[in-house]
């Protein structure tokens, strides 16, 4: 084993439970659930519900440019923690919403702003000071934990709420998300050469990588690039069983094939992290969003009977996009300045991930198909493939020459 992870095994194991919790994620995997028992239980709609987590995506995006500063500020340590202690609260004041819908959105709105902390932006800036030939990986597996967290929330939760019913389930939320709390603040624990204090961050100054500070274009174009990626890609998260029933595939043929999405996209973040650690990270985006691209034109092509092909294409690439960008700006920007930029660039993702399905549905009612939003799906990660191979030629190729090789 490498003495990497001998050395940091704990900062990772808190890093990807931390993940499997983010509030970034569980919000998001775990409301399906509460839908139908909440709307059993109270004079709500299906929509009201939703608007929840409607409200909790558009603050979101918002919320998570603040956690750069937060943590230059306090510390990851004390953010990343307190960001699960404020989630936990807010899963158990939930438990206790009364028939007022209004406090609902309102809890839901403060999960967005107060435990905001909790996101893969404090978790993979302590992994980038113990990890530097194995980063990838350290990343892959980090964020395999919200992977973790889709696959094992919606069932545990699921047989709770059928037998203590629905505030129960947001009670286990909280309980497991304030148990997380102390774990985090005690094992995440930050290198000093990461720390803010004492790295220089002087823009056009040497990277720790060996070449001059990006400009800000370049981070702006990151930005764009990403927002891009999860405009094209993260609607068929929601979109893909729609899609494949009205491509002719019966409604539990479409609901199987749509699980391969979620095994696709724990591998893919596993498997990329570790080929980032082989490959130069410009090439291996590239390489991901053609792949990406391809799947959608195979099923644009041949419809449903493609369909398996292209959820496991697509949940590779969903599994891909985290770990690209965290990758990538902890390669091209000092780990000082790491939280302060991958925020925004995260940020920008968010905003397409929650704009992503509105836009396919607003697609489909318009057009009474979902073809074209294939098509714009297929240009865009063109496109953003021809920047990836840019980003490699003008940026990256000098950025990774300085980099140790992987080691055993």
Known sequence: MSSEFKQAWKVL??????????????PF??????????????????????????????????????????????????????????????????????????IFWFLYAAAAGVAVG??????????????????????????????????????????????????????????????????????????????????????????????????????????????????????YIVHLVPLMIDSGLQASRAASIAGLVGVAVILGRLIVGWLLDKVAVGMLGMAVFLLAAIGVLILDMYGGRAAPVTAIFIGLTIGAEVDIVAYLVSRLFRPADYARYFSRVYSAFMLGSGLSPLLAGRIVDHYGSYAPFLHMSMLILVLVSIAFLWLHLAWLSSAQTTRPKPGK
């Open 13 to 26: 194991l808190a890093a990807t439970l931390g993940v499997s919790m983010a509030t970034t994620a569980i």
């Open 29 to 102: 995997y775990s409301i399906g659930v509460f839908i139908t028992p909440l709307e059993a239980a109270k004079d709500w709609s299906r929509t009201d519900i939703s608007l929840a987590i409607s409200i909790f995506g558009f603050i979101l995006p918002l919320s998570l440019l603040s956690v750069g500063y937060l943590t230059d500020r306090f510390g990851l340590r004390l953010v990343a923690a307190s960001g699960h202690l404020m989630l936990g609260l807010v899963f158990m004041a939930l438990s206790f919403t009364g028939d007022n819908v209004w």
């Open 118 to 235: 909790a996101s893969p932006i404090t978790f993979t800036r302590a992994l980038i000071g113990h990890f530097d030939r194995h980063r990838g990986i350290a990343i892959g597996i980090c964020m395999s934990g919200a992977g973790l967290g889709a696959a094992v929330a919606p069932p545990v939760l699921g047989s709770v709420i059928e037998v203590y019913g629905w505030a129960a389930g947001y009670r286990l939320l909280g309980t497991v998300a304030l148990v997380l709390a102390p774990l985090v603040f005690l094992w995440l624990k930050e290198k000093p050469e990461t720390a803010v204090s004492n790295v220089q961050s002087t823009a056009g100054t040497k990277t720790l990588q060996g070449v001059n500070q990006p400009p800000v274009f370049l981070l702006i174009l990151i930005c764009l690039a990403f927002f891009a990626i999860a405009v094209s890609v993260n609607g």
